[in-house]
């Protein structure tokens, strides 16, 4: 129904009736005010509660039909919720409209407040997205980066119900079943493209399909919604683990890091790797991490696969700190580092360790392919294997950055860490 064009309110309260005989509007309205009156004391007396704005128009909706009346009525208010619990309890007591039989029920109380709030994050994230697509900066590709996981080719859809997921659902061993598309969107930024979106209470069949013979893992709100998705879950899918977002939050409200350090549990944990049969509820550990900077083996990346990431020996690291030449370039490394530290900002150079190219980090795979003579690229960010694909066919010989995720990498390209190379980070 259309609601009451009212100001600034806390809430609605919503009801429905039902009455057997032929009313208007008018006649709800009236029974609304006259039935109500004195049940709850003289300040809480509708009409008195308008004269204060504490109470809007109440609008109402009437279908008319074989004589009897049905239909809908909102009563925004400005009171506490107690309050107007109070008032919808008094309404659901009357029992008569004029002379006919009538019932009222309450349909809810909406928060018109949390309403709002969600309207405003939605209209904030499109202003966002239509500014990063207007201006180019660098600190406007910065925040495209962040988007990145947006791009055709990362989001995409799923079964005959086109649910949201990200590509590397079609083959990876295990999957991250979530509730909504932005959950998805948000765990492409995390670094995690072997989510789907359940979208809706009801388990589409695909995703069964999809989950047989694979390990998953499912990631919820922590919230009511999500205890109820979880016990549709536990009828349809095998769930090896459990885990939920900090309690009151949503999944697609959690930062990347928070995302990693949930997660990192899930696909380290022996009840991934050994025991497909648990589902145990886990909780994220209070250890902090940075997964930019470090590269330890629970670390997940973007496919994860079964919790294992690729970490580069140390003693490869240490080769190119062997013979003079190698000696300056790591010199060189390292001040190309402190220009780029936290500006998520991407070198390339060539063999004599001129720049060629400075960008962004989400624009060096494209660089890579219209560039000629880089053999080093330097990084403020983690190295994927795409990354080293792309790198591999254009002839770059080294790569450095915080960390990397790549499950393989070609011999022909050589990847190492600052903190390999000994550069403080």
């Known amino acids: 129904m259309r609601l009451p064009n009212t100001g600034i309110v806390k809430y609605h309260v919503k009801l429905k009736f039902d009455v057997d005989g032929l009313v208007e509007k008018a006649d709800i309205i009236g029974a609304i005010f006259g039935q109500t009156e004195g049940l709850l004391g003289p300040e809480m007396n509708l009409n008195e509660l308008q004269k204060v704005s504490k109470v809007g128009r109440i609008e109402v909706n009437v279908d008319t039909r074989s004589n009897i009346a049905k239909g809908d009525a909102v009563i925004p208010m400005s009171t506490d919720i107690s ?37 405003i994050v939605d209209r904030a994230k499109r202003i966002v997205q239509e500014w990063a697509t207007k201006t180019i900066s660098e600190g406007e590709e910065m925040l495209k980066d962040v988007y990145d996981a947006s791009k055709p080719g990362k989001l995409t859809a799923f079964g005959k119900a086109q649910l949201a997921c990200g590509t590397g659902v079609f083959d990876s061993d295990w999957i991250i079943l979530v509730e909504g598309r932005a959950d998805v969107i948000n765990l492409l930024r995390a670094g995690f493209d072997n989510a789907i979106a359940i979208e809706g209470a009801k388990v589409d069949e695909s995703i069964i399909n999809l989950t047989e013979g694979k390990r998953v893992v499912a990631f919820l709100d ?35 890091l928070e995302i990693a350090e949930i997660l990192r549990e899930a696909v380290s944990h022996p009840a991934i790797a050994h025991h497909p049969k648990s589902t145990a509820s886990q909780q994220p550990q209070d250890t902090k991490y940075d997964y930019r900077k470090h590269g ?23 080769e190119i700190l062997q013979g003079e030449h190698n000696q300056e370039m790591v010199l060189k490394v390292q001040n190309v580092f402190s220009e780029i530290n936290e500006t998520l900002e991407a070198v390339l150079l060539d063999d004599s360790m001129r720049i060629l190219v400075k960008v962004p980090v989400s624009d060096i795979v494209k660089q890579l392919g219209d560039s000629e003579g880089g053999k080093f690229l330097v990084l403020d960010g983690i190295v994927t294997q795409r990354l080293i694909d792309v790198a591999d066919r254009a002839g770059i010989e080294y790569i450095v950055g915080h960390r990397t995720t790549a499950s393989k990498k070609p011999s022909t390209v050589k990847v190492h860490t600052f903190e390999e190379l000994g550069i403080p980070n």
């Open 222 to 256: 922590g919230d009511r919604a999500g205890d109820l998705i979880l016990k549709e879950l536990h009828g349809l899918v095998k769930i090896d683990k459990v885990l939920r977002a900090p309690n009151g939050r949503e999944v697609e409200d959690c930062t990347p």
């Open 83 to 119: 309050t107007a619990a109070l008032i919808a309890a008094a309404i659901e007591s009357i029992d008569k409209v004029g002379p006919f039989q009538a019932k009222f029920v309450l349909v809810g109380i909406d928060d018109i407040r949390a309403i709002k709030k969600k309207i």
């Open 296 to 318: 330890d083996e629970s670390e997940p990346g973007p496919h994860a696969y079964g919790g294992r990431t690729t970490k580069i020996a140390d003693n490869e690291g240490k």
